[in-house]
C-alpha cells in the first residue's frame, strides 16, 4: 500500500533521496507514524528513521545521524529519506513502512509496522 522509490547505484560520499508515497492506498501519511528501516544482505531488517505523528519527533539510527533527514510533504501525502555522504554500509533494501491506524508513536519494532512499500535497492560503490 505505500510505494517507496529513489533508490541506485552511487559512489561513496554522495546522495540520494527516497520517497515514499501513499497516492494509490487510500492512506493519509499525515496520519500516521512512519519509519524506514532497511536490510542489507544476510542481515535483519533495522530501523533508519522514523516520525512521530503525535508530535512530529524525528528519531535516526546512530549509524546516520548527521547524514540522513526525514521529511513529509503531507499535500503529496508523501515521506522523504535525504541521504548524504553514503557509506558502503549503507548498502540494502530501504522500505518504508506506517504503523497502525491510532498508534501515533513510533517503534523500533518492525513488526510493529503495519503498512509496508516494496522496498527500493541502495548500492554504495567505494
Known amino acids: 500500500q505505500l510505494q517507496a522509490s529513489g533508490g541506485g547505484l552511487v559512489q561513496a560520499g554522495g546522495s540520494l533521496t527516497l520517497s515514499c508515497a501513499a497516492s494509490?492506498?487510500?492512506?493519509?501519511?499525515?496520519?500516521?507514524?512512519i519509519g524506514w528501516f532497511r536490510q542489507a544482505p544476510g542481515k535483519e531488517r533495522e530501523g533508519v528513521s522514523c516520525r512521530n505523528t503525535a508530535d512530529g519527533n524525528t528519531y535516526y539510527a546512530d549509524s546516520v545521524k548527521g547524514r540522513f533527514t526525514f521529511s513529509r510533504d503531507n499535500a503529496e501525502n508523501t515521506v522523504y529519506l535525504q541521504m548524504s555522504d553514503l557509506k558502503p554500509e549503507d548498502t540494502a533494501a530501504y522500505y518504508c513502512?506506517?504503523?497502525?491506524?491510532?498508534?501515533?508513536?513510533?517503534?523500533?519494532?518492525?513488526?510493529?509496522?503495519?503498512?509496508w512499500g516494496q522496498g527500493t535497492l541502495v548500492t554504495v560503490s567505494s
Open positions: 494509490a492506498s487510500g492512506l493519509s501519511l499525515g496520519h500516521y507514524a
Open positions: 513502512a506506517a504503523r497502525p491506524v491510532g498508534y501515533y508513536y513510533c517503534s523500533d519494532y518492525a513488526s510493529d509496522f503495519h503498512f
